[in-house]
T-cell receptor, first 114, second 113 residues
């Protein structure tokens, strides 16, 4: 069974540019999470989807960050415009229906903003 | 609010040594506790968990006991191997499900042959 797929794995952009990250969850998993992991820190939840609905986006900085999950499968996280402080690893995770199930994490996208 | 405090790393041990990685927490409500592991180049994986006081989670030779009186969930392994080299994260959830995880900062473990 394929795991959570994320792309790109690495991205380097200049500040003020836009950037997008893509996540393909495990087949059949209808809960999808985006996390932010700063260097030397643990992951912090940005947004959680149940199917195509964002049920918890309280930690998403909505002035520059946006996310979508069309058709309740793949998801895209976007930053526009990027700032130097956005340099971090962006993790995607998925789980089966409902929150009692284990979260499976992708390898992450490492973003560097110069 | 919720927070998790982990032993600072990096930790370097020789193969077959005994491992302890300390984890303490503060939480509103009654948390479930978790240890996640991140091997180089891979995503986080759930290593073990415990959902109530005095429960012991175990997997791959690792163990951790939920200690409510000391608000701790220390990770232990009796004899580490080179393949255990990874970053270990302690985490908790106080929601009825496990959808809102609060992670510690992680402890990097290196095992030398």
């Amino acid at each position: 069974e394929a795991g959570v797929v994320q792309s790109p794995r690495y991205k380097i952009i200049e500040k003020k540019q836009p950037v997008a990250f893509w996540c393909n969850p495990i087949s059949g998993h209808n809960t999808l999470y985006w996390y932010l992991q700063n260097l030397g820190q643990g992951p912090e939840l940005l947004i959680r989807y149940e199917n195509e609905e964002a049920v918890d986006d309280s930690q998403l900085p909505k002035d520059r960050f946006s996310a979508e999950r069309l058709k309740g499968v793949d998801s895209t996280l976007k930053i526009q415009p990027a700032e130097l402080g956005d340099s971090a690893v962006y993790l995607c995770a998925s789980s089966q229906g409902g929150s009692f199930y284990e979260q499976y994490f992708g390898p992450g996208t490492r973003l560097t903003v110069t | 609010g919720n927070s998790v405090t982990q032993m600072e790393g990096p930790v370097t041990l020789s193969e077959e040594a005994f491992l302890t990685i300390n984890c303490t927490y503060t939480a509103t409500g009654y948390p479930s506790l978790f240890w996640y592991v991140q091997y180089p180049g891979e995503g986080l994986q759930l290593l073990l968990k415990a959902t109530k006081a005095d429960d012991k989670g175990s997997n791959k030779g690792f163990e951790a006991t939920y200690r409510k009186e000391t608000t701790s969930f220390h990770l232990e392994k009796g004899s580490v191997q080179v393949s255990d080299s990874a970053v270990y994260f302690c985490a908790l959830s106080t929601t009825r499900g496990n959808e809102k995880l609060t992670f510690g900062t992680g402890t990097r473990l290196t095992i030398i042959p």
